[in-house]
C-alpha cells in the first residue's frame, strides 16, 4: 500500500503567518493516465472533512486563493498564506491513483 | 444544495451485521462515483468502499474486502454500506462521500457513528 508521510505532525501557527504541510509518499503517484492524483483535505473541529484541492494543484470550487497546492511525483506540499481563524484544524492529503486509495495521518493547523 | 444525509448507525455486537444509508439531493445522482469513508474515534481518515456511478463496479481495501458490500439504488437516490462479521476495529464515524469528475470527495455527510463492542 501507498504510505503517505505529512510533517510536521502539528504546526502552529500565528494568524497572518504562512503554514506549509509537506506530504511524501512512498512511491510516485503518477498514473499510467499521466495524472496525478493527489488531493488535500481539511477537518476543522467537529465538522467533517471538506476538499480543499485535487490532482496537486487544482482548487476545489470556493476554496481561497491563499491555498496553494505544488509538488510531483513523490512529493507534494501545501502552502496556506495569511493563516485566518477558519484555517485551523486538521489537513490530510490523500492519494487516489494506487489502490488501494490512502490517507496521510493529518497535519493539525493550530495557534501558537 | 449538495446534500448527503447517512442513517443506520448504532452499537452492535462484535460479529453482527449492519447497514448504512445515505440518502443523496442537490445533483444528479446517477452521474457520480460515490464512497464510504471512516473515521476512528480520534483518528485519521480511511477509504473503505467505493461504486461506480452506474453501479457496475465496486471498490475495497483489504480490512473489509468479503465483510462489507457498497452498493446504490440509483432511482431512490441512495446509497449503501452492508456491514458483517463486524469487528471491535470497525468501530468509527463512516462518511458518505461524493466523487467528482476528477477527485475522491467533492461533498461528504455528516457521518453516522458506528460502535462495535458486546
Known amino acids: 500500500d501507498v504510505v503517505l508521510t505529512q510533517t510536521p505532525v502539528a504546526q502552529p501557527v500565528t494568524l497572518g503567518d504562512q503554514a506549509s504541510i509537506s506530504c511524501r509518499s512512498s512511491?510516485?503517484?503518477?498514473?499510467?493516465?499521466?495524472?496525478?492524483?493527489l488531493e488535500w483535505y481539511l477537518q476543522k473541529p467537529g465538522q467533517s472533512p471538506q476538499l480543499l484541492i485535487y490532482k496537486v494543484s487544482n482548487r476545489f470550487s470556493g476554496v481561497p486563493d491563499r491555498f496553494i497546492g505544488s509538488g510531483s511525483g513523490s512529493d507534494f506540499t501545501l502552502k496556506i498564506s495569511r493563516v485566518e481563524p477558519e484555517d485551523l484544524g486538521v489537513y490530510y492529503c490523500f492519494q487516489a491513483t494506487h489502490d488501494p486509495y490512502t490517507f496521510g495521518a493529518g497535519t493539525k493547523l493550530e495557534l501558537k | 444544495e449538495v446534500q448527503l444525509v447517512e442513517t443506520g448507525g448504532g452499537l452492535v455486537q462484535p460479529g453482527r451485521s449492519l447497514k448504512l444509508s445515505c440518502v443523496a439531493s442537490g445533483f444528479t445522482f446517477n452521474n457520480y462515483w460515490m464512497s464510504w469513508t471512516r473515521q476512528a474515534p480520534g483518528k485519521g481518515l480511511e477509504w473503505v468502499a467505493s461504486i461506480t456511478n452506474s453501479g457496475g463496479s465496486t471498490y475495497y481495501p483489504d480490512s473489509v474486502k468479503g465483510r462489507f458490500t457498497i452498493s446504490r439504488d440509483n432511482a431512490q437516490n441512495t446509497l449503501y454500506l452492508q456491514m458483517n462479521s463486524l469487528r471491535s476495529e470497525d468501530t468509527a464515524t463512516y462518511y458518505c462521500?461524493?466523487?467528482?469528475?476528477?477527485?475522491?470527495?467533492?461533498?461528504w455527510g455528516q457521518g453516522v457513528m458506528v460502535t462495535v463492542s458486546s
Open positions: 512511491q510516485s503517484l503518477v498514473h499510467s493516465n499521466g495524472n496525478t492524483y
Open positions: 462521500t461524493r466523487g467528482g469528475l476528477a477527485s475522491y470527495g467533492d461533498d
